[in-house]
């Protein structure tokens, strides 16, 4: 506060004005103080409305909008990057097992915490001729029941602040707010199924939101699944 006091002993209104006479470029070089400067309203006694002095002011609104949007769109990216980082390095770690009963434990208790998730659970529908893989970390679903959760066409859910199904996420259930179901189709080595992303942030999957990273998640596994499942065989 004396700092601020001392500098404005020292300068006043001519001497501020001589400045910018001598150096009429000032605020060219220096926009950013457009911001901050009142323009003079010129609106007159008998309701004559400066319209300059309005679309100035807009503007500068306009341009604040603007930044804060930019501000937006780079954390944004940033946040984007950070997930498509984790995202690869799970999936080289799903590539790096070396045997079927790893595959369960790096999905369930490895990728939580790579992808800083609360829960991921590995679920296939009982009752079909073709068996449940043999991983230890799978939680069994009724027949037909990956269709109830996902729909018959769907290959990914996304819901938050919701209820979740505790047959999928088992004691997880009170914790989950927010979940991510992605189908594992079924084939010749496994019937269907769903992998499924649980997180105690109710916003943190929703309706609408981009798919791409846990689609490449969900067929990762899946894929390294089969592998394994044809070397079994």
């Known amino acids: 506060m004396a700092k601020k006091k001392e500098i404005s002993s ?13 150096n009429p470029s000032f605020l060219n070089d220096n926009p950013e103080l457009l911001m901050v400067l009142t323009a003079p309203d010129r609106t007159t006694d008998d309701g004559v409305v400066d319209f300059q002095n309005m679309m100035i002011e807009k503007l500068k609104s306009n341009l604040e909008d603007i930044r804060n949007s930019q501000g937006h769109l780079i ?5 984007n990057l950070t997930t498509q980082v984790q995202v690869h390095e799970a999936v080289l770690a799903l590539l790096d097992t070396d045997s079927i009963q790893h595959i369960g434990h790096i999905v369930t208790q490895d990728w939580p ?8 659970r590995i679920c296939f529908e009982k009752g079909h001729a073709n068996k449940i893989p043999s991983l230890k970390e799978v939680a069994p679903l009724s027949k037909g029941h990956a269709n109830k959760y996902l729909g018959k066409d769907d290959i990914i859910q996304l819901r938050g602040d919701v209820d979740v199904s505790e047959e999928i996420f088992g004691p997880a259930k009170s914790l989950v707010k927010a979940e991510a179901l992605v189908r594992i189709p079924a084939t010749d080595h496994n019937p269907p199924g769903i992998l499924s992303f649980g997180s105690r942030d109710a916003d ?22 089969i592998q394994w499942q044809k070397q079994k065989n």
């Open 113 to 120: 915490d790579m992808l800083h998730i609360d829960v991921i």
């Open 204 to 225: 943190m999957f929703y309706p609408g939101q981009g798919t791409e990273l846990l689609r490449f998640l969900g067929k990762s596994f899946h894929k390294c699944l």
């Open 75 to 79: 954390d944004t990216s940033r946040n």
């Open 10 to 22: 020292k300068l006043n209104v001519e001497d501020i004005k001589n400045f910018l006479r001598n």
